[in-house]
């Protein structure tokens, strides 16, 4: 098989399983956003409103960039989650069409085929053959931590620090400026696309690069090609973690240490999967939290483990697969988070207290995405350990040889096939866009209602759930074509005003109206559903609401909100004098 013709049907295969993961999205792609497991679409439906931002601010050059019309007042709301302006690559798909479903989508698809792509070229790198550096390319496309998130956008991607691990076992190879230089570019893409992963990444390589570069450490010029690197991540990640660490400062961002606790790993996590498996997986015990499915499948734990034995045996492989076990280590360890403790002492409360940004991390089990690519780098060691040795042999001509070569070949693509099939994605769910046009509300506002006009969009949510924001965030969904800077919000993190404003309106209409006279609303969208019409004209005579439009097939009434009227100055008659 020629090299193109193998390069064009190792692209088409990760093609084929992107399609295949994300289905039946592809034949919906303007219309439907893959959910994966997730109960709700608060967050597809948030990072879709994310991919606009990015698009919508850069055709603006970036302008109000952080002050995204959210959780009005207050400002720099854009930091408060991942910002993901990677996505902008795909912004002419969100300026030429009318929604941006298309744009996250295609970002979507072209995430999980990279994600293929840089697994497979990193085996090949490590020199890997074909065959096995394509099962491992395809297993870490269907990385069951990326299906169970696929909800998630930014956890899918995973290419980014494939990339970077890439960069750094060439630099390692052969130390040179332009390995270095990639090496910096990858890291602060990784970082780039998802906070998570790249925070994670650094955590990661420390302790595993430092042991695979100590060849290095004496050369001056390897010391400069690494401070070039670093000073490339920091260049192209400043401008997304200054912004992050002021709002960490202002708004004094912590995370409570039970709900870390909470959504931190636990061992027997590992041994549950998302699909049916073909063994019995070992039942946790009842006494505890279980359900987070972190596990790979058990046939996969069974070949990591005899992968690592082959691993060991070839010297060839032997560097490979000991940094192979200390990322997978380490990251099994950092995503127990708290839970584990020595002597009274708290090694991950430790990193906490010295690595800035760790403090922030509030699900350590997110780990878990790089012990799955660790285990897969195990067993594809296996696949390639039954790979059949043929150096010797120049020409196939016979039937009998070609039988001979088949034979040889049968036990390595048996298992690869076997590890591909096991791991399969279930609980494929999509969120439908409701309609092909928007609501007919969502068009006044855009048409009839000046552009700083500023919007509450009732009843407010009440609860602290992810299924009880599923609403706001179609609330933030509408405002990508409205465009008007809106009261409520989503993120990863809510600022006080926020909140002040949630406990006040809580029982609207009941009360919480003179907050929005006091902070100045303009105008209030209302639920027509939850909240009749009769029942705002009794709210607290604070304010005045004045109706102003009705979607009767929305079902939603839009007023606005003016103050009262201030009273009448008495007159003094003749007899008060």
């Given at each position: 098989m020629g090299n193109r013709l193998r390069a064009l049907l190792t692209a088409l295969v990760f093609a084929a399983f992107a399609g295949q993961i994300t289905w039946p999205m592809p034949r919906a792609i303007t219309r439907e956003l893959p959910m994966g497991t997730e109960a709700v679409a608060t967050v597809p439906l948030f990072n879709l409103w994310t991919v606009w931002w990015n698009a919508d601010r850069a055709a603006a050059g970036f302008r109000g960039y952080w002050d995204a019309p959210i959780f009005y007042p207050t400002t720099n709301t854009f930091a408060f989650s991942e910002a993901q302006p990677t996505t902008v690559a795909v912004a002419p798909l969100v300026w030429s069409s009318e929604r941006p479903i298309l744009a996250y989508n295609v970002y979507l698809l072209v995430t999980l085929w990279l994600n293929g792509v840089c697994g497979y070229r990193l085996l090949r790198q490590r020199g890997f053959?074909?065959?096995?550096?394509?099962?491992?390319?395809?297993?870490?496309?269907?990385?069951?931590?990326?299906?169970?998130?696929?909800?998630?956008?930014?956890?899918?991607?995973l290419w980014p620090a494939l990339w970077t691990i890439s960069a750094l076992w060439k630099w390692n190879t052969q130390p040179q400026w332009k390995p270095a230089i990639e090496l910096g570019i990858?890291?602060?893409?990784?970082?780039?696309?998802?906070?998570?992963?790249?925070?994670?990444?650094?955590?990661?390589?420390?302790?595993?690069?430092?042991?695979?570069?100590?060849?290095?450490?004496?050369?001056?010029?390897?010391?400069?090609?690494?401070?070039?690197?670093?000073?490339?991540?920091?260049?192209?990640?400043?401008?997304?973690?200054?912004?992050?660490?002021?709002?960490?400062?202002?708004?004094?961002?912590?995370?409570?240490?039970?709900?870390?606790?909470?959504?931190?790993?636990?061992?027997?996590?590992?041994?549950?999967?998302?699909?049916?498996?073909?063994?019995?997986?070992?039942?946790?015990?009842?006494?505890?939290?279980?359900?987070?499915?972190?596990?790979?499948?058990?046939?996969?734990?069974?070949?990591?483990?005899?992968?690592?034995?082959?691993?060991?045996?070839?010297?060839?492989?032997?560097?490979?697969?000991?940094?192979?076990?200390?990322?997978?280590?380490?990251?099994?360890f950092l995503s127990f988070g708290p839970r584990i403790e020595m002597w009274g002492l708290s090694p991950y409360r430790g990193l906490c207290a010295v690595v800035p940004g760790v403090a922030q991390i509030r699900s350590p089990f997110r780990f878990a995405a790089f012990v799955q690519i660790a285990t897969t780098w195990l067993a594809v060691l296996l696949l390639q350990g039954l790979v059949p040795k043929l150096d010797g042999v120049k020409h196939i001509t016979t039937w009998r040889q070609r039988f001979v070569l088949a034979g040889a070949w049968l036990p390595a693509i048996l298992?690869?096939?076997?590890?591909?099939?096991?791991?399969?994605?279930?609980?494929?769910?999509?969120?439908?866009?409701?309609?092909?046009?928007?609501?007919?509300?969502?068009?006044?506002?855009?048409?009839?209602?000046?552009?700083?006009?500023?919007?509450?969009?009732?009843?407010?949510?009440?609860?602290?759930?992810?299924?009880?924001?599923?609403?706001?965030?179609?609330?933030?969904?509408?405002?990508?074509?409205?465009?008007?800077?809106?009261?409520?919000?989503?993120?990863?993190?809510?600022?006080?005003?926020?909140?002040?404003?949630?406990?006040?309106?809580?029982?609207?209409?009941?009360?919480?109206?003179?907050?929005?006279?006091?902070?100045?609303?303009?105008?209030?969208?209302?639920?027509?559903?939850?909240?009749?019409?009769?029942?705002?004209?009794h709210t607290e005579p604070t304010s005045t609401w004045e109706w102003l439009y009705s979607d009767d097939v929305a079902w939603i009434d839009i007023y606005r909100i003016k103050p009262p009227p201030p009273p009448e100055p008495k007159r003094e008659g003749p007899d008060d004098e």
């Open positions: 053959d074909w065959w096995p550096a394509l099962c491992g390319g395809v297993l870490i496309e269907t990385l069951p931590f990326v299906a169970w998130q696929l909800g998630v956008l930014q956890l899918t991607v990858a890291f602060g893409v990784t970082y780039l696309t998802c906070n998570y992963y790249g925070l994670f990444l650094g955590l990661l390589l420390g302790p595993t690069a430092t042991g695979l570069c100590y060849r290095h450490v004496t050369s001056v010029r390897a010391w400069g090609q690494i401070a070039t690197a670093g000073c490339i991540v920091v260049l192209l990640v400043a401008p997304l973690v200054i912004e992050q660490q002021r709002a960490s400062r202002e708004h004094q961002w912590k995370r409570e240490t039970a709900i870390v606790l909470d959504l931190s790993a636990h061992l027997r996590d590992y041994t549950n999967t998302h699909f049916p498996q073909w063994w019995e997986r070992w039942e946790s015990p009842e006494n505890g939290r279980s359900g987070w499915t972190l596990g790979p499948a058990i046939g996969q734990w069974i070949f990591a483990a005899m992968g690592l034995i082959c691993g060991l045996r070839n010297r060839f492989h032997r560097r490979w697969t000991g940094f192979a076990v200390g990322i997978g280590g380490v990251a099994l298992a690869g096939v076997v590890l591909m099939a096991e791991t399969r994605p279930v609980n494929r769910q999509n969120y439908r866009w409701p309609s092909d046009t928007w609501p007919q509300w969502v068009e006044y506002l855009r048409d009839e209602t000046p552009p700083e006009t500023t919007i509450v969009c009732l009843p407010f949510v009440s609860g602290t759930t992810i299924h009880e924001y599923e609403e706001v965030t179609q609330w933030m969904a509408w405002g990508m074509e409205h465009r008007r800077r809106m009261v409520n919000g989503y993120s990863g993190y809510f600022p006080d005003p926020y909140l002040y404003f949630k406990g006040a309106l809580a029982r609207f209409p009941g009360t919480g109206a003179d907050m929005l006279v006091e902070r100045k609303i303009d105008l209030a969208i209302i639920d027509r559903r939850h909240i009749p019409p009769e029942d705002i004209y």
